[in-house]
Structure formats: C-alpha cells, structure tokens
C-alpha cells in the first residue's frame, strides 16, 4: 500500500518534475478564491483536473506561502479511511511480544502501536507528538535515543496551521470517501484500538473568532471513478483548468525556469518557452479533432527542460525526436 506523510521541509520534499517543495506555482484567481471559501467554510477542497494539470502542486505552495504545515496522503486501491487517521502496528507488536514475552507488560496495551496519520497530526499536532513520545518510551524504556525520535522532533516543530493533500481520491475504495464524511466534518474522530478521542485542538496565538488551529484538507481526482454524493456535498469544489493561452504557458514557464536557473532568465530561455506554448497548442488542437488525451502542462515543462538541455530548438535538428517523445506520445496517435 503506497501511502506517504510529509513534511514542509528540504529533506522530505520533491525537487524532481512533478515538484512538491511549493517552490513555484501560478495560482489561477479562482482557485485562490476556492482556498479562501474552503478555509472560511472549515470544508475540504476537492480539485479536479486532468492529469498534469498541477493540482498536486497546489497544497505545498500553499502551505510554504503561509508558513503552515504539509503533510502528503497518497490514495491507492488498498487505501482504508482510517489510514488518514491513525494505523495500528500489529506486526510490531507482536514482533515485542515474542522478543520480549511478559517482562513488558505495557506492550499489552494497543495504544503503543497506534500511529497517527495526516488528519491527526492536522487537526491535533500537539497530542500527535505526545502520543508518538509516550509509546516510544514505553517500548523502549532504557533506550534514550528513541525517546525523541527525529521523526517526532520534526513533526512536531513550528505547530499551528497545515495543509493535508490527500492526492487522487478516485483510486481508493468507494467506501473511503465515505468513511472521512464524519472526521472531515466533525474534525475529530475516535481511535479504534484505544478509545482515544481525537479533536481539534485550540491555538494559543489565535484571532479572535479562530480559536483553533486552522487547516486546509485538498482532496484531489481526476475522475477516474464517481464519488458519492453525501462527500461531494462536504466539500467546496473547483476545477483546475489547462493553460488556455501561450502567454499563461509562458507564464508558467518562466516562473519553472525562476526557480531552476535563477531570477535572471535569457531571451533565449523565453523565446524556446513560447515556442514550445506555440507548439503545444498546435498538438491540443490536433488531440482534440482526433478525440484523444491532449498533452498536459506538466508534459509542455518536459519538453522545455529537454530542449534547454539538449540544446534543440523547435522545428530544428531532432526536434521532431523530441516531440514525439515529449508531446505526441503513442497513446494520441492510436486514439
């Protein structure tokens, strides 16, 4: 089961293509708007788009621009709800059993081998990090380096407001996004193995008439699958469209290249990301006659990365080589 949980910071993030350090991001208005009326709302944002639109980028942008916390949930078919709660480690704790038998009595109890997930650590960060403490001295009472463990010393650090992105609802069972309507409403949630209550805890720095820690829930999709109703009406819904222009590709090109080779781009740099746009636009038009997938923005950034590298311009040498591989790729051929 692929699931991950990250944190805002350079060792945990992705600097590779598809980016998730929040270094760069063109929010469209709207969008900036839904990130309003969610938080207002105290709903999650569910974001639609088609693959390489950039919806996964959003969230860490978000997070690095207000200085929150971020912390990444990646959907697969094996994905349970009560993964972005908390897990429960039996194998864990069955390996201390038979190691150690029943000179530890407190491995008896389960709430040791709990785990808090991304909701968790969102909506109580605080008694996240206690929690994380306490069962680490518990199963390690003599061993001094496990009692703060980096993991917790990192999580736990700068606490107040965060973004959770929950990426590609559509892969999990039908029953999961069914099963986070009462947490994501309620903002709270009760552990199984336990019975610990967990709820949103209060922000001593706070604004009057905010008097707890603020959060952002993205969910996104790309629509491979219905989601119910009852989780459609909970959440504020937007749709991230594709760059409709060259100038906005352009745009977006440029503040890639910002951040890869620095504020002081070359009139060679801009002119291949407007004829790269160019081009892209002319392959869309092409996809769309023909009723298949048209490229994404993400595939435009490959082939301006390529290009700048190789050294290739458009319409020369293996530009053609370069665009099949980038642009046109065997599935808008075949249709």
Known sequence: MKEELTMDDASATGVGPDRDDGM?????????????????????????????????????????????????????????????????????????????????????????????????????????????????????????????????RNKARDIGHSVVLIDEIDKADPDVPNGLLVPLASQDFTVAESGKRVTVEADPEAMPGRPFHQHLVVITTNEERELPQAFLRRCVIAELTPPSSVEQLVRIAEEHLKVRVGKNLSSADMELAEALACELETVRESARRQGVREPSTAEYLDALWACRELKIKVGEGQWDAVRKLTLVKPQHLRG
């Open 24 to 152: 760069v991001y063109v929010m469209p208005d709207d969008l900036d708007l839904a990130i309003k009326v969610a938080l207002a709302a105290g709903r999650p944002l569910l974001l639609r788009g088609k693959p390489g639109s950039g919806k996964s980028s959003m969230a860490p942008f978000v997070a690095k621009e207000r200085n929150w916390r971020y912390y990444k949930f990646v959907v697969t078919s094996q994905t349970r709800a009560r993964d972005l709660q908390w897990s429960f480690d039996g194998v864990r704790r069955l390996a201390d059993a038979q190691g150690r038998g029943f000179r530890a009595p407190k491995l008896h109890e389960p709430d040791i081998y709990v785990e808090p997930g991304p909701l968790w650590w969102a909506f109580a960060p605080r008694a996240a990090a206690e929690h994380v403490r306490r069962s680490a001295r518990a199963r390690f009472p003599s061993a001094e380096g496990y009692v703060h463990p980096e993991e917790v």
